[in-house]
Structure formats: C-alpha cells, structure tokens
C-alpha cells in the first residue's frame, strides 16, 4: 500500500509540474509505470520466502511432516527451502523412532510378567497392564482415573503408603505374597508414578522347601546314628542264651518287633529326607493283621508297666 500510495502522488505530481510540457510527461508517466512494475515483482520477490516459511509453520504446527519444497532456482530462497527440508527430515525421523519406542513401551508393558500400575500428574490410575488386573482381581474400568486412596482395595492403600523409591512385601488372603516397588519418571517436566506388583510365592515357596529339606536331612542323619546302634544292641540281646526260654518268648517277640519298627523307621526317615526331590510312590501289599499284631506286642509292655 506504501509503494502504491508513493506512485500515485509521484502521478499526481508529475502532472502539475509537467502539464505544458508533453513529451516530459509521457516520458515521467513511463518512468513512474516501470518503478510501480519493479516495485511489484521486488514484492513478490520479498514476500514469497514468508509465504513459503508460513505455509511451512502450519505444516510442522499441524504435525505434517511429509510436505517438502522445491528448489526455486533463487539462491536465497532455496537456501531457506534447503534448511527447512532438513528440518522436516530429522523431524520425521524423530517422530518414527519416537513411535517405534512408544509401541515397544507399550508393547512391553502389555506383556510383561510383572504387574506395572501406572498414575497420572493427579494420582490417578491412569493405566493397568493385563498382569496387574489379574493380580488385582478387579474390573479395569472400575479403578481407571480414580484417586488412589479411593480405591477400595488392599494393594490400593499399601500404594498409597508407599514413598517413590520404596518396595514392600505384603500378603494377601494369607497365601499370596506380592512385591511392591514405587518409582517414577518425568514427562514434561511433572513427575509420573509407576508401581511394579511381583508375585513372589512361588520363590517364598522355593525357599522354604529349601529350609525344610535341610531340617529333613539333618533329622534323617541324626535318627539313623541313634538307631543304628540300638538295633546292634537288640540284635546282641536276641543271640545270647538268657532269653532262649519258653519264659521269655514274650520278651523275645517283643525285641525282634522294636528291631523290626527302628528298620522301619530308619527308611522311613530315608524316604523322609527323599521329599524334597518328589520321589515316585512305591506301592506295596502290607498284611495289616500282622502290622496290627506287631504293634499289639510292642505296645503290651509299655502299657503292663502302667497298669
């Protein structure tokens, strides 16, 4: 509008000043025409790189970044197209490795073993992986974008307990035994909570097999060192010629069961000491009347002695 406003007054008073004299007229007519026509295309010359970098700004502001310009011939202008396309290249490849990590993230987290409860800026749940729910044993749209603390679950106020950086073990319906870590991470300069829930009964469980196969063994050990020698000191008993009698046939009977039950004992403390490897069943026909006799007679004497 300055340029046009500036040639019509340069009209105007070329006019006045050359209105007797014609050809001075025509001629400053001409000249004012051409600078008007030089003006115009120094403005398109001027105002097309803006055009350009504006189209441009609402490309990247839009979130496109597949649209690229071509060279113009002008050196100035494809410098500024040369910038703005490498701009757009690395912002495209940023953008696919971004997405590429997101969908890996997310795919991770989708089937990942371990329990992951993720909150918002407001703690809030903003995200349950499968594993999560199946420990929780609740409804996802239930707890999704409520407040922690108002979430009626046992886990839910262990968590809110719980300071970043801090893990807890705890204990549900008595059997399951779960870990709980809290951590965070920052996303856009504000803090985002994540909670990780890991079943730990199967290695609590490991543990104490562990524990109770090593008391197994030493019970075992040490049962067989005691009867190892009262078995030789009953067997001696039974070869020598003071209870060779009819009189002490009770006596005699009742020594070969004890020998018998302390060789019972002794595998049983064997297969005992053998339960932390889950041995096979070994079936066998056992003659209960006998079994029953036998204790009958080893249990005679202990009981004469009470009466």
Known sequence: MFVITLHLIALVLTYFIFKDEKPLFILSEVFIILSAMLAWQLYKQLIQPLKTLMSGV???KERDFTTKFVTTGKHEMDKLISVYNQMIDVLRTERTKQEQQHFFLEKLIQTSPTGIIILDY???VHQLNPKAVQFLAVDEKSVINNQVDEIDHPVMKQINELQSGEAKTITLNGVTTYKLQKSHFIDRG???VFIMMEE???EILEAEKKAYGKVIRMMAHEVNNTIGPVNSILQ???KTNHINGEQNA???NALQ???ERNHNLNIFMRNFADIVRLPSPNKKKVDLHQL?????TLMTLRLAKRI
Not at 292 to 296: E, K, L, R
């Open 200 to 202: 730990l009964t199967v």
């Open 236 to 238: 001696s008993t039974l």
């Open 122 to 124: 407001d703690n809030k």
């Open 292 to 296: 029953i006799g036998n204790i009958t």
């Open 250 to 252: 009770t006596l005699k």
């Open 58 to 60: 609402e490309a990247i």
């Open 190 to 192: 504000f803090p985002r």
């Open 257 to 259: 069961v004890a020998v």
